[in-house]
């Protein structure tokens, strides 16, 4: 057997109704894969809130640097948290993440009105 029967006969197989359905399967599947995968801090999200609204309560309005306090005791928190959660210490990457997703929680909290 040469290369272009072998061509051909894969050719013929992917053009069948069997081959253009076990293509638009795998094509789902990723799809599926893509879609369902969520940043880690959409996870913790109720802890972010918790966190947020805690060192909300802890560092007052007239401490010097208070939004970075309060970033500081929010990631303090939710990095107690999840490092209980997972049994290991957190990496750079997941504390990069979990301080994004308090940004972002904060803010969403602060345009609501929850804060």
Same mark, same amino acid.
């Given at each position: 057997?040469?290369?272009?029967?072998?061509?051909?006969?894969?050719?013929?197989?992917?053009?069948?109704?069997?081959?253009?359905?076990?293509?638009?399967?795998?094509?789902?599947?990723?799809?599926?894969?893509?879609?369902?995968? /969520?940043?880690?801090?959409?996870? @913790? =999200?109720?802890?972010?809130?918790?966190?947020?609204? +805690? &060192? *909300?309560?802890?560092?007052?309005?007239?401490?010097?640097?208070?939004?970075?306090?309060?970033?500081?005791?929010?990631? /303090?928190?939710?990095?107690?948290? @999840? =490092?209980?959660?997972?049994?290991?210490?957190?990496? +750079? &990457? *997941?504390?990069?993440?979990?301080?994004?997703?308090?940004?972002?929680?904060?803010?969403?909290?602060?345009?609501?009105?929850?804060?």
């Amino acid at each position: 057997m040469d290369w272009q029967s072998i061509l051909a006969t894969v050719w013929a197989a992917m053009n069948s109704p069997a081959g253009i359905t076990a293509m638009a399967g795998v094509v789902l599947w990723l799809l599926n894969r893509l879609y369902t995968a /969520k940043p880690l801090w959409a996870e @913790y =999200e109720g802890t972010l809130i918790a966190a947020v609204k +805690q &060192a *909300e309560k802890l560092v007052p309005d007239d401490s010097p640097n208070k939004s970075l306090a309060r970033l500081d005791a929010a990631l /303090k928190y939710a990095l107690q948290v @999840y =490092e209980s959660a997972k049994g290991r210490k957190a990496t +750079q &990457a *997941e504390v990069a993440e979990l301080t994004n997703g308090i940004q972002m929680v904060h803010s969403d909290l602060e345009a609501g009105g929850q804060l």
